[in-house]
């Protein structure tokens, strides 16, 4: 890897940073950007995943704020992250790519229009009693869903973030930014198992992944400022933007 080389991973490490603090998808920056360097899709797939996670730390760093008094939400939600992600970590490893990957673009998709229909539906769980009724709350159906979300986003994880945030719209109604904020500690939780994993028994590129980590780090922190300033319309219609565009990417590619 030459000067060119890490100078061309850091910039796409930190703009998927960025990108994962506002919506997620970030990976669809940096997992091509190790692609063109000649790392094999494997080892490009691991590598960004060890890569990214301090992007995701930098998120909640930023957001700490808003974390405050979620902290049962996320102890609540762990073991549905760490059974995901150490099943989907295995899955990566163990198996090819090419069947589970043929499913990403219409799970985005999908992700989408739930975002878009997240006030009708959000108003449906409730009267149906699926929605938390309290601040503590985490209702059941949360629970299968993140399970679902880890094993995909330990697997792969591009648009990660658009399903875990169009889940607790659902299911964890709060304000957009405290939702925001959530999706990124349970992002964080995921990719820290699967990196564990990774770590021990994939084909890291480690030389790769140290120029991606510290610029995808500074990429999460300041990628709040980003979703502060969008607000909760701006935070929607760039997540519903950004999602269509991804899966586009990937029924191309």
Known sequence: ????????LAAAAFAAGAINAVAGGGSLVS???????????????????????????GGSLGYRNELQRQRKR???????????????????LETPESAFDAFVPYLILFACGVMAMQDQLSAFARRH???????????????IAVFGMSVYGAYFGAGLGILLLAMLTIFVPDDIQRSNALKGMLSL?????????????????WGHMAVMAVAALAGGYFGVDIARRLGKGGIRVAVIAYGVFVAAVLLIT
């Open 1 to 8: 890897m030459d000067l060119l080389d890490a100078g061309f």
């Open 31 to 57: 997992f091509p950007a190790l692609l063109a360097v000649g790392v094999p899709s494997k080892a490009a797939n691991v590598t960004n995943t060890v890569a990214l996670w301090p992007g995701y730390l």
């Open 74 to 92: 996320v102890m609540t939600m762990l073991p549905a992250c760490v059974a995901g992600a150490i099943a989907g970590s295995i899955i990566l």
């Open 129 to 143: 009693r699926l929605a938390a009724t309290g601040e503590d709350s985490i209702p059941w159906m949360s629970q």
């Open 189 to 205: 939780l995921i990719n820290a198992i699967a990196v564990v994993y990774f770590a021990f028994f994939g084909p890291v590129r």
